[in-house]
C-alpha cells in the first residue's frame, strides 16, 4: 500500500503537474507549427525556387513492386512499395524544430528576465564577521577573543559600511 501511496504524492507534485501540462502544451504548438511550416511557409519558398512542393520531394532508391516508377507524388510511390528518400519531409521537419527551437530561446529568455527583475537585491553591506589573524577561522567583528584558538584580538569599531 505504501507504494501506491508514494506514487499519489509523486504525481500531484508540482513539477510531474508542470511537465504533463508542458508536455500536452507542446503537442499542441508543435502540430500549429507543423501546419506553419507545412501550409504557410513553405509554399511560398517551393513557389519562388520553381513550383516545388516540399512535401513531394524525394528521391526513389528502389522501384515499388507493386508498380515501376515514376512516381507522380510520394504517396504513390509509397502506394506502389518504392523505397524513398524524402528530402522534403525532412526539410520541412529542420524548419519546424527551428521555428520551435526559437520560440523556446524566447520564452525562456523571457523567463529568465523575470527572474532578474524579481531577485532580491544582493546585500551590500559589509559580513558581521572577519578573520582571525592566528587562525584565519571566522569570528564576529566586535568580538575580543576567538572562539577557535582563544586567542586575543582588537575589536573591530569600525563602523559598518551599507
Known amino acids: 500500500m505504501s507504494v501506491l501511496k508514494e ?7 508540482g513539477n510531474v503537474i508542470d511537465l504533463a501540462v508542458g508536455v500536452v502544451v507542446g503537442g499542441a504548438f508543435s502540430t500549429i507549427v507543423k501546419s506553419l511550416v ?20 524525394f528521391i526513389v532508391l528502389k522501384e515499388g513492386a507493386k508498380q515501376a516508377g515514376p512516381y507522380v507524388s510520394l504517396g504513390a510511390a509509397k502506394a506502389a512499395g518504392a523505397v524513398t528518400l524524402n528530402l522534403g519531409l ?7 524544430f527551428i521555428i520551435i527551437a526559437f520560440a523556446i530561446f524566447m520564452l525562456v529568455k523571457g523567463i529568465n528576465r523575470l527572474r532578474e527583475e524579481h531577485k532580491p ?14 587562525c584565519l577561522s571566522n569570528i564576529p567583528r566586535k568580538a575580543s577573543r576567538c572562539p577557535c584558538c582563544t586567542s586575543e584580538v582588537a575589536p573591530d569599531t569600525t563602523p559598518a559600511r551599507a
Open 7 to 13: 506514487f499519489k504524492q509523486f504525481a500531484v507534485r
Open 38 to 57: 507545412d501550409d504557410v511557409i513553405m509554399p511560398p519558398i517551393g513557389l519562388l525556387i520553381g513550383n516545388v512542393d516540399f512535401s513531394n520531394l
Open 90 to 96: 525532412f526539410i520541412n521537419s529542420v524548419v519546424s
Open 121 to 134: 537585491a544582493a546585500a551590500t553591506s559589509e559580513p558581521d564577521t572577519r578573520p582571525c589573524p592566528y
